[in-house]
């Protein structure tokens, strides 16, 4: 039994013509031979319209309900989904993470998939029936609904897609994964393949195809995973290990994003102990702090900065005000005008020169490098705001467009 | 342990206003020292809006993902109820059917109650948590989320509170039941208390306050239902056993029943297994059949008339052209403009006198009636629906208002 695990996101199963729509994406894998396993989101719309509801309960609504509210979304959808996949002549039941079940913690609102028993959904396909699953939720041990919070459908996917044993195929309202955001550069390219490592770095620099939890289950399970766009027939981006991507650029995308905000505490005195108390601080709020960089002491004193994510920034400055008074700093000072580009790609840990180029690229055309950070496989700069589409434009240029990079072809 | 099931419909839970109007009509009976079970409706408006839009998928939905589909109202409406309550101060959970479990058969969309497990919900209000359970929706033992039917929230109420050993608040739109219908009889009186027999009467007979099947099965149990407003502080109307029912008045009240229509078999020919030819093919089509007159026989010839609901004509109509056809019939004579009037107590099963009194009341007024039916505590007259008000005015007044009728008090 050749078993495909297929998901629609918000947009493609948005009104009832979508659901149609899509439903015939899984009669043609039907057709082609494939036992399908449907994973489907809520309509697009729906799960903010309850978050709104509840939130005009509570601002802080309680995480229990919240999830017995939200989960409703994704079971009216499959619900539509599997009425139509009937009315189109395939044989197809509902089910909603319960009742798979697809077993969580009970952390709501966020929780972690334990454990999917897949004896209903094999017995459910071998009698020939297409089983639409509700993504996004799931059931604790003890009978509670919980849901994975964000990009939690696609982690449905991919999680039943490995405890299927099944390949899967996200299907999107974008045409793949670019080389870089076609909407900034019109010359990107559709990548083809690319490893769960390079698709991992990009995720967390701002890429929005798919969230990096999802892609860190896949790395980790090695589920082969397929995303495409609903409204359209070609191929897509195949996201796999490491050592089916053949050809292994050293510059995959490059990617921009514009949603980090910078914090600097200012004149710290320079002595142990400090930045533990900052990061110490942070971490306690949960805040997720990404790129850090102090300078050279001067007199005793050194400035400190790191970037957060715009939506936690309120919260980073506030936490970071009261450690600046406590240990003498002078000011805390915040700049949302920033942006951090970057260059991914696996070529780049068996080549080198590609920090100096991207750094060669910036600088001819006047930007200033705020910070940098890099990863084995990939390089980012902290930049100005306003020259982010510059940078974007002008490095997929330099190390996409002009096909410079060293391509290693895999050759086993 | 004090319990009650408290019970809102959908206008009580309409907005979260009215929620909220509703959660503190919990917290008040939490004062009063009962534990209190809440049942939920769905918002008013949400089930029609999920059932027009599985019709536009498919006119006649599967039923199973149309129960999957129209269940996401009450947990909606459970989520936002809880979330309330806890907002309030009140520590409180919300239950879907499944997860009490309220277990059913497994016909969907109209699903009978088989068994409720209450330890969990015991085990809560021991805990000191007020639980809000999703009316309308069970469970079968395989896991099958399923809904029953019409009224399926009160029934849900009326079955919790049996398995509890409690009392049933129903809130709903009305101050309970009147002598007749306010609307047209504006000196009708709120009913303090009714019998469980002369309430399904009513139901059957077109108030719409409680569904029969609630009733029949309060009644089977012995739960002991106040229906009262939940836009009012007034006490409502008790529906209990008969015995605790002091004052039996031989007429409680009037019904007028639009909703039927009648259909006359003309010139049948007169011999044994005609009726059954006809009625017969009904009952296969599961209609209903309410009242029917047969003729005196003429030459060998007779016509035959029966009232079924106005819902059912159409299709009562077409089955019955088919059998005239087969047993010789002159033609099929289909009448949508009566009224069903009747008069209902359970002292009627100890006075007499009651019926030539409605007739009298009738003649006088010069409404003609075209056929009786009568059980024990109810004699019910199909009119020409143009004097339907007025038959219900000058019933009300002549058996309620001039307050002549015999009462019985319970001495025991």
């Known amino acids: 039994m050749k078993i495909l695990v297929v998901k629609f996101g918000g947009t493609s199963v948005g009104n009832l013509e979508r659901i149609e729509n899509a439903s015939k994406r899984v009669i043609q894998k039907l057709k082609e031979g494939y036992r399908v396993v449907v994973v489907s989101s809520a309509m697009s719309g729906e799960t903010d319209r309850l978050i709104n509801l509840a939130k005009q309960v509570d601002p802080m609504p309680p995480e229990r309900e919240l999830d017995m509210l939200i989960s409703t979304g994704e079971q009216q959808a499959i619900a539509l989904f599997a009425m139509t996949l009937q009315k189109l002549g395939v044989p197809s039941v509902s089910l909603c993470g319960w009742q798979v079940p697809v077993l969580t913690d009970d952390v709501h609102t966020k929780a972690r998939v334990k454990r999917i028993v897949v004896q209903k959904l094999k017995n459910l396909l071998e009698e020939g029936y297409t089983p639409v699953v509700a993504g996004f939720q799931g059931v604790t041990e003890s009978g509670e609904i919980t849901t994975l919070g964000r990009g939690g459908s696609d982690l449905s996917a991919v999680a039943l897609a490995y405890a299927l044993g099944a390949d899967c195929e996200i299907y999107t309202d974008v045409e793949g994964v670019f080389t870089a955001d076609p909407r900034i550069v019109p ?27 999802s892609i860190e289950f896949a790395m980790k399970h090695r589920v082969r995973i397929h995303v495409r766009s609903s409204f359209s027939d ?13 050809e292994k650029s050293v510059v995959r995308a490059i990617t921009l994003d514009r949603n980090e905000s910078r914090i600097t505490v200012v004149r710290v005195p320079d002595r142990p102990g400090i930045a533990y108390s900052i990061f110490k601080a942070l971490g306690d709020a949960h805040i997720v702090v990404d790129m850090i960089v102090q300078n050279v002491s001067h007199q005793g004193y050194t400035d400190m900065s790191f970037t957060v994510n715009r939506s936690e920034t309120s919260k980073a400055e506030q936490i970071v005000k009261k450690v600046a008074q406590e240990i003498g700093a002078q000011e805390v000072v915040r700049d949302d005008r920033i942006a951090k580009v ?32 890099t990863s084995e496989i990939k390089i980012s700069c902290l930049i100005e705001d306003k020259y982010g589409e510059l ?18 072809v895999n050759e086993s």
Do not use: C
């Not at 010359?187 to 939890?213: C, D, F, H, T, W």
């Not at 070609?234 to 053949?246: A, K, R």
């Not at 940078?391 to 290693?408: C, D, M």
């Open 187 to 213: 010359n990107s390219k559709k990548i083809p393949v690319i490893s769960y490592e390079e698709m991992l770095e990009m995720a967390s620099l701002g890429a929005k195809v798919m969230q990096a939890r």
């Open 234 to 246: 070609s191929d897509g981006t195949w996201i796999v290990p490491e050592e089916e991507v053949m």
């Open 342 to 373: 970057s260059v991914v790609g696996i070529g780049m840990r068996s080549s080198y020169g590609t920090a100096a180029k991207m750094f060669e690229v910036l600088y001819k055309n006047g930007i200033n490098i705020m910070a940098i950070s």
């Open 391 to 408: 940078a974007l434009r002008e490095l997929h240029s330099a190390f996409i467009e002009e096909g410079e990079e060293v391509k290693v």
